[in-house]
């Protein structure tokens, strides 16, 4: 692949723009009727989902099938010593890897430290291979979903890994932001997350997500624009004392404001449509029952 041009947003922040992958992405979801739902990598499943429930909090039933692949090449412990930038590190991989959800366009990729509370505590699932995410009204779920099994605090490469934790020099796990679930998948560092929480402390990350491209964003520019010059003629037309000018200055931060996140909101995730329907993810779900039938 080529290698794609970068935005640079400070040390732990970039915009990379994703070229020569026109098609399907390698790890993407496919949906068909009645809340049916598949992660696919490559030609294998790694994931099957059904909405369950009415109204506008609906369940999300999961299953997830052994087969992921990290697209990201083993970590050896000199690099995570090293004063490597992991969000460039992770770029330059995920540009010369298979199985990942890159397609053409703007993805950023960022440092993140901070997380809300319970992220990584009550919304991890820890559960394999089954798991049940509760959405919230309108959808999202706002948790951490890892896409293989967890491995044990006191094995022996998550204990390797927490001495890296103890000393500060774990390299972060890779999240892909899935706007539909208000959350992440872990595409890399199960291993290191699990050494992280084993040691008390929040796993560090580098989160990759789809950011609009710039044909978009600037449509969507040249529409705020055009409301807020309708807004300030309006005030044009008051008269000028205090209160107005109050007004006016608050109009402007907020306009300025919204220009400048329009290039990095989160556009939704895209589905492309099951080969063969229900019929096929049916027929999937029957395999898979025969293998853990108490799921």
Known sequence: MNRGHRELLGPGRLVLNVRDRPGPPALRFET??????LLRQGDRPVLLGRSAGEG???????HRLDGYRSPLPPLRSSAMRSSVN???QYARWLEEADGTPLRDGRWELARRTGFPPGIWTEDFVRDWPGGRLELYCGGGWHGV??????????????????KHARDGTLAPVLLWWVSFLDGWMILDGHDRAVAALAEDRTPECVELGRV???QEWRRAAEEVTEVHEHRMQGLAARADDPG?????????RAYGDTIASLPY??????????????????????????????D
């Open 265 to 294: 909101g989160v556009p939704p995730t895209r589905f492309l449509p099951l080969p063969g329907g229900a019929a096929a993810w049916d027929e999937l779900a029957t395999r898979v029952m025969f293998q853990f039938p108490r």
């Open 86 to 88: 992991w969000p460039h």
């Open 145 to 162: 979903l890892p896409l293989r099994r967890l491995s044990a605090p006191d094995a022996a490469r998550v204990k390797a890994y927490r």
């Open 32 to 37: 068909a009727d009645r809340g049916r739902l």
């Open 56 to 62: 506008c909090c609906p369940e999300l039933r999961l």
């Open 212 to 214: 609009p491209d710039e």
């Open 244 to 252: 107005t000018e109050r007004q006016r200055a608050t109009m402007e």
